[in-house]
């Protein structure tokens, strides 16, 4: 690294070389961390001392005021995250794709569903903004009910079977219910929504169908460089989801507007 370099930080740090990092689990790095989640370790400030930057930085090839600046932002963690739940959901060309939840985490799933060859996308959301977007980044169908209508609306829609990959973008546990009971035999759910609850529910149903219950944290950093062309070139735009913008003294509100819903993701301007 050096001065003038403009970089995308994930929001973990990690060394690059250990065991887990080579494995592209920067996440359990033996030397990684958290940063910016505990209010003072960093984030969003004027400035930021960034602990292993060698391996948690990565250089992108763009000016300060380059226009695809919030889509490059969103590699730092939802773009990320949402194609972590793909990743996890086992999304592949010809499969059928559930996303609960459209926050911008599930609007980048809908990116990272449809980047990875899904024929069908179902959102599982209600706020007409958001269906919006999704619609534009590949959404092919949506169900705006919740609970136990919801299931059954996405089975109905997919003859009785239930979808082949379920993206859980939300982490509670009434989404988490909803996007096990959606799965198809054999299927998988992908969650990245931080759990809200101890317990994994729908277990019998899960084992007896031999559907496949994995995600957790998104490790970015072993994203970045995948989805980074993609932005570069204009095949994805995920920053899209960046409907506010605010400075730093701003961001209390912009914390209160995704609070109530007023807003998808605010993006910070220094």
């Known amino acids: 690294m050096k001065a003038g370099d403009v970089v995308v930080a994930p929001f973990l740090y990690s060394d690059g070389t ?3 990092c080579r494995e592209r689990l920067h996440t359990s790095c033996s030397h990684g961390g958290r940063w910016g989640w505990n209010g003072v370790d960093g984030g969003q400030g004027d400035a930021v001392r960034v ?3 060698d391996g948690t930085l990565v250089v992108v090839p763009v000016g300060t005021d380059d226009a695809r600046m919030p889509s490059l932002l969103t590699l730092s963690d939802v773009m990320a995250t949402g194609h972590h739940a793909a990743v996890a959901a086992k999304v592949g060309p010809g499969k059928t794709a559930a996303v609960v939840g459209d926050g911008a985490v599930g609007l980048c ?10 024929e ?6 209600g706020r007409p903004n958001r269906i919006a977007l999704a619609r534009e980044f590949g959404a092919t169908d949506v169900v705006t009910e919740r609970g136990a209508t919801a299931v059954e609306r996405v089975h109905a829609l997919t003859g ?8 859980e973008c939300v982490g509670l546990g009434q989404s988490t219910l909803t996007a096990l009971s959606i799965a198809r035999p054999g299927g998988a759910v992908g969650r990245v929504g931080l759990p809200q609850e101890e317990s994994i529910p729908q277990a019998l149903l899960t084992f007896f169908n031999n ?12 994203y970045i460089e995948e989805l980074l062309p993609d932005v570069l070139e204009g095949r994805i735009e995920p920053g899209r989801v960046f ?9 209390p509100g912009g914390y209160r507007a995704m609070n109530d819903r007023e807003a998808i993701k605010v993006l910070i301007e220094f």
Do not use: E, K, N
């Open 18 to 20: 250990c065991l887990f």
């Open 51 to 53: 602990p292993q930057a």
């Open 109 to 118: 799933g809908v990116i990272a569903a449809r980047r990875l060859g899904a």
């Open 120 to 125: 069908r996308i179902i959102l599982l959301g």
């Open 160 to 167: 009785g079977f239930g979808v082949h990959s379920v993206l």
């Open 211 to 222: 559907v496949t219950v994995g995600g957790g944290v998104a490790p970015a950093r072993a």
């Open 243 to 251: 409907d506010r913008v605010v400075r730093l003294d701003g961001v």
